[in-house]
């Protein structure tokens, strides 16, 4: 073991002398304390500034004044999203999706406002974060590190010294892995600094971990394929030329590719056109303002024999409420059922990208990065699927105020004259029937549960390129 | 001269290593062009089933109205950007800014900013179009062509006795490079070239595009004709034009755009949003006159009919509708200005960098930047205020309802006369 670290030691000593080397770690340095630091306070910013709005909606519904219960299924609520904590790390999708939605009655809105939409378009990637730097930059940086780190010694000639002197290749393999190893995990320290910031934000101490261990497993795999190459090749401007063709195929061409393939293997389709096919079927149901639908003819019969009443009149309560109320379940059932479709048609567009990670660790690695963080994408369906629930329990409840509170004889009434309409409202004190939102991330159980596929990926990937190396060291010869 | 050419093609034709550079070359560009074609085929179809549908549900949503106010709050109006026949090359912001909507007279900024987005996690890869090839990709591979070629010779210790032969050094070097760069911008421009005829995309599109990319390499290959003069290793000299490319093709558009993006703030689009509800909202419990009052001024003509007499009434509720548009505008169009802001801005710093000239040049020419995008957008708000002076005249002075005139309901217009939307 001590012949290991005497030859890693060596490696740093004349890594800290090339200034390729020194140039490139620096930069490196720089850019990732620069963008740490920016993504955090941003980050942090936006999770307090969605936290007031959200407060500040709910505040602005409370304090409506006294109206028609329908009014307020019109005047809506919104839901925000806060950036969980590692997101100071990992924004994933959340620069793609919009943040906030507007809730009504009888629809369902899109996230609005997406980052990306209105920002300045210089190609190349969506932002530059500490993870994007994690999953492309650093392979490059091990890349400039390593390519030569075995092969020097044959070029130089020590290689045949040094087993002469007794020493294995597997040994000496040892010894260079082990100064790559080192630089990775110096490489983890801006990553552990980020962890620990997002564990005092509150985030679980598992996931952040976790999330650390799965950046160390993804470098140790470019370590493992960049000391393979070393050993392998005879040149190394062969062996950088070919590493650095793995870092374009795996990095930039193999993820691209991916999404050109997924979305073209399964189809599916934006929200217009699934809607179109939605108001074809709510035509049927009947609409929702109009109680006089024969839609609602069955509905009539079945509450007048409830209630032991011939006519709507003698209803004990609201008829136009009761209406309301039975079609947004309704029209929400069909909404539920497109935009389930929707949602699965996403997810296993989304599992069919991760499949790439088998031919691209860098796929991997997003993956569970997006999904430990809490920004991924069935994080952002959670979201959808929450704020519906939100949408729909406020939408019931005013509703069902419509029912018991108001007056069916005066709510018929309401046009007839300014009077009229001051006399169909009801008191603002039942607005408070709204629930209080707040979004908050997956338990760590959860998250873990569902990168396992991609981690699982990534230690396949781990094991295949480390035993290569041993493979390649057992066999070198003078 | 020309035989230096001949040389250096036979040369080329025995150098695996370069050879496998070329071949790649060619086919990540047919990959990129096909997927490319295939989507626009695709939204085509989409676009296509679309306007079907929207008729179809149009139709059937004004058989059954009965008076000008119900017709058109039960009518949408389809309305999308078609793909150019050069967007298979670049999909640019078609993928972050949507290109479709469904619309209806209400008030238009609750609908406009509407994302018909597709799956997040496509948005935030990006998609291999041709554009990323030629933009990232295709000079990386000029580099790898190139950085060996003289560090090559000096390592098997005939770079010397080359140069003396040859006489002088740009007679040997500079016909071996262009005959790389020569094959790698064919081979990349063949497969976009045959696409652009199946597409039937301008003669002179192609052209410009074909010489946007050519431009790009030339000025990578003078990039990598610096770097290579140093003597040095080849390894050491493939880490510095790695270095140079990391620089121009990711880091400086990277950090380009947060520095843009933190120097043009956007109104947050929320904020236009909860505006434009507040005040619909607030007009409901308003004296109709607050409403009707401004709404007059806005339309002399139709001042006449403005009174309101009853607790509800269509007019009413389009003008209030209409005035929810008017407040938010101001926001509306400082969230559109800053946009055009930030992209002429972007437009100066692609000089910068050859990367994000190229992905910039590719979808100013596929009609798929976001000066396309605002355009297709303005392109709507014409169209919706198409559809309220439609049904003003119409509403206003009480004409008696007559489903026959909704046969004149504006059509939605996919290409209008003027492209580029004024700042």
Redesign the interface.
């Known amino acids: 073991m001590s012949s290991a670290i005497r030859i890693a030691r060596e490696e740093w000593r004349l890594w800290l002398r090339s200034k ?1 080397v020194i ?2 770690a620096l930069i490196i340095a720089v ?1 990732l304390a620069a963008t740490s630091f ?1 993504t955090a306070g941003r980050v942090v910013d936006e999770q307090s500034q969605r936290l007031d ?1 959200q407060v500040a909606a709910e505040e602005a519904f409370f304090s409506q ?1 006294d ?1 028609h219960p329908h ?1 307020m299924v ?3 609520h ?1 839901a925000f999203r806060p950036p969980p904590p590692l997101a100071a790390f990992e924004p ?2 959340d ?4 943040q ?1 939605i ?1 809730l009504e009655g009888h629809r369902q ?6 980052d ?13 974060s500490p993870a994007n730097l994690y999953q ?2 650093l392979p ?1 940086l091990l890349i ?1 590190l390593g ?2 780190l075995f092969l020097r010694e044959r070029e130089s000639g020590t290689l045949a010294v040094l087993l002469a002197q007794g020493q294995s290749g597997v040994k000496l393999a040892m010894g260079k892995g082990l100064a790559l190893l080192s630089v990775i995990a110096a490489l983890m320290i801006p990553l552990v600094a980020v962890a620990i910031y997002s564990i005092s934000l509150g985030e679980s101490a598992m996931a952040a971990s976790s999330l650390v261990f799965s950046y160390f497993i993804y470098l140790c795999i470019w370590g493992a394929l960049v000391l393979a190459a070393s050993i392998i090749l005879k ?7 070919v590493l ?2 793995v870092w ?1 195929f795996a990095a ?2 193999v ?6 393939a997924s ?2 293997a399964i ?2 389709p ?4 699934s ?3 939605m ?2 079927e709510q ?1 049927k149901l009947g609409d929702g303002h109009n109680a006089a639908d024969p839609a609602f003819q069955r509905l009539q019969a079945q509450v007048l024999e409830q209630y032991e009443a011939e006519t709507i009149e003698e209803l004990p309560i609201n008829w136009r409420g009761i209406v309301a109320s039975y079609s947004e379940a309704e029209l929400t059932d069909l909404l539920n059922e497109h935009a389930e479709n929707r949602m699965g048609l ?1 997810a296993s ?2 599992r069919m ?1 991760d499949l790439f990670g088998v031919i691209s660790p860098t796929i991997s690695i ?1 993956s569970v990065s997006r999904t430990l963080s809490g920004t991924d ?1 069935a994080t ?1 369906h959670r979201f959808l699927r929450e704020s519906e629930t939100l949408r729909f329990n406020f939408v019931q409840a005013v509703n069902q105020v419509h029912v018991e509170d108001l007056d069916y004889a005066r709510d018929l009434n ?5 009077e ?2 001051q006399l169909a409202r009801v008191s603002a004190d039942s607005w408070k029937v709204l629930e209080e939102f707040r979004f908050v991330s997956d338990a760590s159980g959860d998250r873990l549960s569902r990168a396992a596929l991609s981690l699982g990926v990534m230690i396949a990937w781990l094991l295949a390129s480390v035993s290569i190396v041993f493979l390649a060291a057992r066999r070198v010869r003078m | 001269m020309l035989s230096n050419l001949a040389r250096e093609t036979r040369f080329l034709a025995k150098d695996r290593g370069a050879l496998f550079w070329l071949a790649l070359a060619l086919t990540l560009s047919v990959i990129a062009v096909s997927f490319g074609v295939a989507e626009v085929r695709e939204q085509r179809s989409t676009i296509a089933t679309l306007t079907k549908e929207d008729a179809a549900d149009r139709q059937n949503a004004l058989k059954t109205q009965e008076d000008w106010g119900g017709a058109a709050y039960y009518a949408l109006h389809f309305t999308y950007a078609p793909p150019s026949d050069f967007a298979f090359a670049a999909m640019g912001q078609r993928d972050s800014s949507p290109w479709k909507h469904r619309i209806k007279m209400l008030a238009l900024e609750g609908q406009i900013h509407e994302a018909d987005t597709r799956n997040a996690d496509f948005g935030l890869v990006g998609r291999f179009d041709f554009a990323f090839l030629a933009a990232c990709v295709a000079p990386l591979l000029l580099i790898l062509l190139l950085y060996d070629l003289r560090a090559s010779e000096r390592t098997a210790r005939r770079h010397d006795l080359l140069v003396a032969t040859a006489g002088s050094s740009s007679r040997l070097w500079f016909p071996r490079a262009f005959v790389r760069v020569a094959a790698l911008a064919l081979l990349l421009l063949i497969p976009l070239w045959i696409a652009a005829i199946m597409q039937g995309t301008s003669f002179v599109i192609t052209a410009q595009a074909s010489m946007i990319l050519v431009g790009a390499l030339l000025v990578w290959w003078v990039i990598t004709e610096l770097i290579s003069r140093i003597d040095a290793l080849p390894s050491i000299l493939l880490t510095s034009m790695i270095g140079v490319w990391l620089a121009l093709a990711i880091l400086m558009p990277a950090i380009s755009k947060a520095a843009i993006d933190a120097n043009n703030p956007v109104p947050d689009g929320g904020e236009i949003l909860l505006l434009q509800r507040e005040t619909v909202n607030d007009a409901w419990d308003l004296p109709k006159d607050d409403t009707m009052l401004p709404f007059a001024a806005l339309y002399p003509e139709l001042s006449d009919h403005v009174q309101i007499d009853e607790g509800f009434e269509w007019k009413w509720y389009y003008a209030f509708q209409q005035m929810g548009d008017e407040k938010a505008s101001p926001l509306s169009q400082q969230y559109r200005g800053a946009r055009l802001a930030r992209d002429r801005q972007a437009g100066l710093v692609s000089y910068l960098s050859p990367a994000s000239f190229v992905e910039r040049g590719f979808e100013r020419l596929a009609g798929t930047d976001a000066a396309s995008m605002i355009a297709y957008e303005d392109n709507v708000r014409n169209f919706h205020a198409g559809l309220r002076a439609f049904h003003y005249p119409l509403m206003f002075p009480e004409v008696p309802y007559d489903a026959a005139l909704l046969n004149d309901l504006p059509i939605y217009d996919p290409n209008p006369s003027s492209h580029d939307p004024s700042p």
């Open positions: 390729v140039a490139a850019l920016l709005k004044p109206r009014r019109h005047y809506g919104y994933g999708v620069a793609v999706t919009g906030s507007f809105n899109t996230a609005m406002f997406a990306t939409k209105a920002s300045a378009d210089l190609g190349g990637f969506a932002t530059l492309l930059l490059l400039v390519h030569a040149q190394r401007a062969v062996s950088l030329g650095v063709f374009l930039l061409i993820p691209r590719f991916a999404i050109n979305s073209a189809d599916a934006g929200k217009i056109e809607d179109l096919i108001l074809a035509r996403e567009q989304s990208f997003g994408l952002h309401r046009n007839a004259s300014d009229a309409g």
